[in-house]
């Protein structure tokens, strides 16, 4: 193999740093080591555990099937390396090469991969938010603390928003046969992630599980009695609820406070990088030595007119950390470029959701196969007269083609009939997607336009 | 447009040994018109596709007339069984089958069964006692698996010889009828009646069960009111036992005499798997792949012109999948025609793949690797007393007709 | 025992849960639910539900069998 002598050097002798201990930082040291890095390996994580999987926290975990501490991820092979858990990264100096971190010490890498993640919206009101009562859910300590709390059995639970995380908290809640409000600012369940005929759907999901469902709503207080133990939430209707426990999933904002001033373009919406996984500068410049990967990366997709796409989704922190290791190690130009197709699922109220591609960049849904009323179905989204998207509610042994009709740019409506195709399949109609600008609980993808440095992003919470 | 000549060889008992060189000239292109009319499809990717693709139906209603390539044997009286209609009729049968036999409404019918399977297994290796050579065929790989499915769905198995004769003679119309248009008639005509005389069978065997229930899924089919939709049929119960039935042993027996087979053709991963029994999972995994007991998936057809690797299929063919080919396609699996009992990545198409895969395939999982487990641990140096064995008619279900073994001794 | 199930990959085809019911189980049709950190008593139905995955979706470590490092490398439903 005819490396560089100093590419050589780093693959023996080099140290990588690793900030994020989840999904993304674990999967990415694998394939350090699987491909031949033999240097020094430093994971550092602002939890005090090891790489767990989130999926399960708000399913078999809040579900109360499986205990909080059973979601350790498997490994692959042996990583060897050195873990700096239950500290945050807390600064970056490019020039340096030196991650700061929390306790005042500091870490120097020859290469730096930034997975730092995502963490949840918190209520945006910080002494309503510190109510006993009101809780996220995005690590294993949320879950846990959410799970003995819904043991006690709460008379109400208030979910703040009807993304997926939401939608799924709801169905744990009924399952566990406790009253649930959900409140949601959108018209329907789901909208800002898979537009409002699917979030129709979701919505009479909701009803015919008993959920206390209230779109186009706003919370606008949550209220405590004299011992601080929430009591009652107000809504934007003039409306009230009493409830004793309140499940904030108003979405995620990235980790990147920590590389304000680094030079790097990290802002609310992550870090910009190019397809390569290599982080971009301030001034739209590659910087050689730090890469990005996971819930915390925008990289631009060619399948998607080569727009800045992030995406919280648990295949992509796979698919990127894979790609950014890879090319940590390599010359250029045995360097791969990240073009995974965005794949995403939920299960919710007994129903398999899955998607493929990006379905909030549509105009259009035709109910393909199946019927929204039974409901199992697959949907196709289209966008300026291409496949762009597909849904699959309980039928994800047909996502496999529409991800082929999507990577191959197939004109939208597909022109062809197929099983199981049903009156309302006949003609495509309006997705029905709220407009981009009015903020939404949560979208899982969020595709942020062409520049690297798109710092804007304004969020007006609940 | 090319066209090949090779279904004819494929069909043609005398290549019924060795199939895999015709699978490989058919790889050639990977989807080709056979003289004989029906479009074969012999590629990893392309089957793959095809099996997931919404425009190709199971329902040979959809075939234009004259592309249909095997007669239809149906009774007229009964609708097809599940594996031969489409969503939605076909998700709607699975789905009440399913809360008889599997997850998430009977989870561990199939799984409370491990002690039943070794039990059989054991005694029928104990029967081998005092001889020095078996044929495995009728020793083991027929009556096992038929015990199994009349435990499971409630068949009293001393019936087995009434219905065996039927059983097999129904599974004979999967494919193209062989011999004089005479020979041909007389073939339907039989096929006719052996379903006619198994649904009586089995009719009278849901009426004792509906008014008797036990804890089989004829008691559970019977009683079953459906969740939130129409419970089944008497005609469709009829259609699907039929179908669970044969397919619950005709397949098996080659899952298993294949699996002997190549055992003792491989000498190496037979000492490996003694050595090692946890490796029997993956073994039976690169088995399936290796030889996989339904060997094509004749007469699917198309809703509408598909083009697919260069080749457009028309609206209404007959389409057959190679699924035995594609499972030795070199684009898809390196070095295909060995036999690696620890394969990586090996999603072959043993059972198929789509809403159409096998549903039986978790019992045969559990057989297979119970019964090869077994025989392996307890025959004392087994081998081939003659290489090619004798095979059965069948090109679609393939597999040995008898599989005599000689060994030294039983082990305990 | 760690496990970890690639739902993208995953197409409800159920085996895992057939073969290991104590680890894995449908919720609905198609959904699948699992216990990441099984007790060991559970080794042999988790290497039967990894093997007949027929999308190879399932991960585990600490169940034994050199054959389970098995690491897919084909795309996703490709």
Redesign the interface.
Known sequence: MALDGSLERLRREGHIVVVGASLAGLRAAETLR?EGFTGALTLIGDEPYGPY?R??LS??VL?G??PP?????????AIDARWRLGVAASGLDLAAKRVALADGTSVEYDRLLIATGVRSRPWPNELEACLDGVFVLRTRDDAARLDHRLKAGPSRVLVIGAGFTGSEIASVCRERDLPVTVAERGATPLVGALGSVIGEVAARLQHQHGVDLRCGVMVTGLEGDSAGRLRRAHFSDGGTVEAEVAVVALGATRNTEWLAGSGLAAGPRGIACDAGCRAFDIRGIVADDVFVAGDVARSPHPLFGYQFLSLE???NA??QAEVAAHNMISPGERRRPHL??P???S?Q????I?S?GVPNMADHILI????LDEP?F?AAYGYQGRVIAAVSF????????Y??QIEQAAPFPLP?????RRPEGMRPVPAGFPDPSVPTHGPEVTVSGHSPTDQRVTFTPA | MTSVALLGQILDHANRADPYPLYAELRGTPVVRDESGPYLVSTYWEIRSLLHDPRVSSDVRNLAPEARTVPSTDDPELPPSFIRIDPPDHDRVRRLIMRTYGPPHTPRRVYDLRGEIGGIVSALIDGFQGRDRIDLVEDFSYPFPVTVICRLLGVPQEDEQRFHGWADTVATAIEPPVGTPEEQQAHWRAVREARRQLATYLSGLIDQRRRAPRDDMISALTMDRGADESPMSLPEMLSNLTLLLIAGHETTVNLITNGMLTLLRHPDALKQLREDPDLIFPLVEELLRFEPPVQLLPERTTLDDIEIAGTTIPKGASLWLVPASGNRDPQRFPEPDRFIPDRPDNQHFGFGSGIHNCIGSPLARLEAQTALTELVRRLDNPRLVEDPPPYRRNAVLRGPQHLSIAYDGLRR | MRVVVDLNRCQGYAQCAFLAPDVFAMHGEEALLYDAQPDDIRRVDVLRAVAACPVRAITVEGAGGKWTADRVGVPHGA
């Open positions: 699987t999987d999926p399960p399913k078999q579900l099937r499986v501490d059973h979601t350790d991820l498997p490994r692959h092979c989704h648990w295949g796979v698919a995974w197709t794949y995403f699922w299960a109220f007994g129903v398999n899955k493929v393909s196969q199946g019927s199992r697959t309980d039928q994800a042994k047909w996502l496999e083609f991800q082929r062809f009939t197929t099983v199981d």
